[in-house]
């Protein structure tokens, strides 16, 4: 941490802290976000297992994913120095828009962005586990989608089944909430969770508690969509979050990990 200057705490999660930097030996001073995850590491064998596991985050590199530059452990910490997304979360430009719809054309525009972020993770054998309008950053401008915060944060802190519980279950998907099996189908229902939400500017499944919200999801009791949007749209959110993970679309990617190529 010598080499940056912590400018301000962005975020904290379950997990750990956000810290905005800023590179002291740089003339362009150029900024970036520095995640910290307590890990656990009883040996030097686990550190460097975690270590790798971080640094194939590192070898990620795509338009609409968020880049990785760097990751060490210092003091049972992970710590890992990723790209400044200016134009800050999805949810905040869903909040922005203050009951003001985006134009139909607008809300696919990010959707095939996420999808084709997506994509490329699952064609290095990546899940996300964790895609929600928080996890989706945005340049500047707000017209480049930035996928981040991906699920290794819960991966590596802890590696138990209730892990993946902790924190909203909003865009969890069935087959994660009943404990059960699950693979890209899982990201996908989590993307469609952000597709009704672009659409509607509100949750698909939303609750009291976190129990009510489970149930809903595991029923299949999406929010009523009031907004008139196109046929097909509307069809590509039913089949998003179809209960049966088999009748979801699939990634192009999602042919590399199934095959194991």
Request: hydrophobic fraction near 35%.
């Amino acid at each position: 941490m010598e080499k940056f200057e912590k400018l301000s705490v962005i975020g904290r999660g379950a997990y750990g802290i956000c810290y905005l930097c800023q590179a002291k030996n740089d003339r362009f001073r150029h900024r970036v976000v520095i995640k910290t995850v307590l890990v656990d590491c009883r040996t030097k064998h686990e550190e460097n297992a975690i270590q790798r596991e971080a640094q194939v985050l590192n070898r990620l590199a795509h338009p609409n994913v968020i880049s990785f530059y760097d990751s060490f452990i210092a003091n049972g910490i992970l710590h890992m120095v990723m790209e400044y997304a200016e134009g800050g979360t999805m949810e905040q430009l869903i909040r922005d828009q203050k009951g003001t719809y985006l134009p139909e054309d607008m809300v696919l525009y990010y959707f095939t962005q996420t999808t084709m972020a997506l994509d490329y993770i699952h064609s290095k054998k990546i899940l996300h586990r964790d895609l929600k309008t928080q996890n989706i950053l945005l340049n500047r401008k707000r017209t480049i989608v930035k996928l981040a915060d991906f699920g290794i944060a819960r991966e590596l802190s802890t590696r138990d089944l209730a892990s993946t519980m902790i924190g909203t279950p909003n865009y969890l998907s069935p087959e994660i909430c009943e404990g059960r099996k699950y693979d890209t189908k899982s990201d996908l229902w989590s993307l469609g969770c952000v597709l009704f939400e672009l659409i509607e500017l509100k949750r698909a499944f939303d609750g009291d508690s976190f129990p009510s919200i489970v149930l809903k999801i595991t029923t299949g009791k999406v929010e009523t969509m009031v907004r008139e949007v196109s046929d097909k749209l509307r069809e590509l959110v039913n089949v998003m979050l179809s209960m049966n993970e088999r009748h979801r679309p699939g990634t192009k990617g999602e042919k590399n990990m199934d095959s194991g190529g």
